[in-house]
């Protein structure tokens, strides 16, 4: 065999295997997150911090590809309360003095901390690089039909609860979220269901408010909870709602 037809025939193979790949069909739920995060802002996710109130305590919230600063602030008996989570950790401090704090309430503030920016940013959080999409599914709920997107996290960069499974109603026509539903295991666990109510559209951004729904079981599968919602078995638990938003671009 000539030195010719030896390279001919080692490079035909992996040609065949580049063309394989090249060809591939795109992800669908990787593309219905894509449109979903174009319908609630874009990128205009990551040139802005949102500002709002929320059950008497106030947020700023800053979130892109490269950094993250969480600030929420708050007034009780111990005096003005600031918390700040962000690359670097959490760090709390009242009337302008840094505490220090046990390392399992410095995971409870952070976590609480966390969640609301989660909730407040959605759809922007489903494209971090620890997130797991799948698509499973068409649904139809309350006349409409939804694309159904399921997310788990990587351990590695997925924090305390990588372990927590969300579901994803994702409108087909305006491509936003309209409901939600997920399991968690930190904080005594829980499986909760989440409908949009209102939508707040502030610096071209879309946020949005929720009714959560639950039920005493904690073990019910997320993938339960949409049935249950039809069937009037969950309990309403409270209004999520965000009050005197502002957009300032950064």
């Known amino acids: 065999m000539s030195t010719n037809n030896a390279i001919f025939r080692f490079i035909l193979p ?38 709002f109130d929320f059950r008497d305590r106030h947020y700023r919230i800053f979130k892109s590809s490269q950094s993250f600063e969480y600030i929420r602030e708050f007034s009780d008996s111990t005096g003005q ?35 609301v920016a989660y909730f407040a940013f959605l759809p922007y959080g489903l494209n971090d690089p620890a997130v797991r999409k799948t698509l499973v599914g068409e649904s139809e709920l309350e006349g409409k039909k939804y694309d159904l ?20 109603w994702i409108n087909q026509e305006t491509k936003r979220i309209d409901f939600l539903a997920y399991s968690y295991h930190t904080d005594g666990g829980g499986v909760r269901f989440r409908k949009a109510v209102k939508t707040h559209e502030v610096g071209g951004l879309v946020l949005q408010d929720y009714e959560n729904y639950g039920l005493e079981s904690k073990e019910t599968p997320v993938e339960e909870m949409e049935s249950l919602y039809k069937s009037g078995k969950l309990e309403l638990l409270s209004t999520i709602e965000l009050e ?3 957009v300032v671009k950064r």
């Open 14 to 51: 992996l040609s065949l295997v580049f063309g394989f790949f090249s060809c591939q069909a795109p992800d669908p739920a990787q593309g219905i997150v894509d449109q979903s995060i174009v319908a609630h802002g874009g990128k205009a996710f990551e040139s802005s911090v949102i500002s």
């Open 81 to 115: 309360v600031r918390d700040v989570l962000d690359n670097s950790g959490f760090v709390r401090t009242i009337n302008g003095a840094k505490v220090d704090l046990p390392e399992e309430r410095v995971g409870a503030f952070s976590r609480s901390v966390n969640s």
């Open 149 to 168: 997107i399921r997310v788990t996290f990587a351990q590695e960069g997925g924090g305390e609860d990588y372990d927590d499974v969300f579901l994803y």
């Open 244 to 246: 005197n938003i502002q």
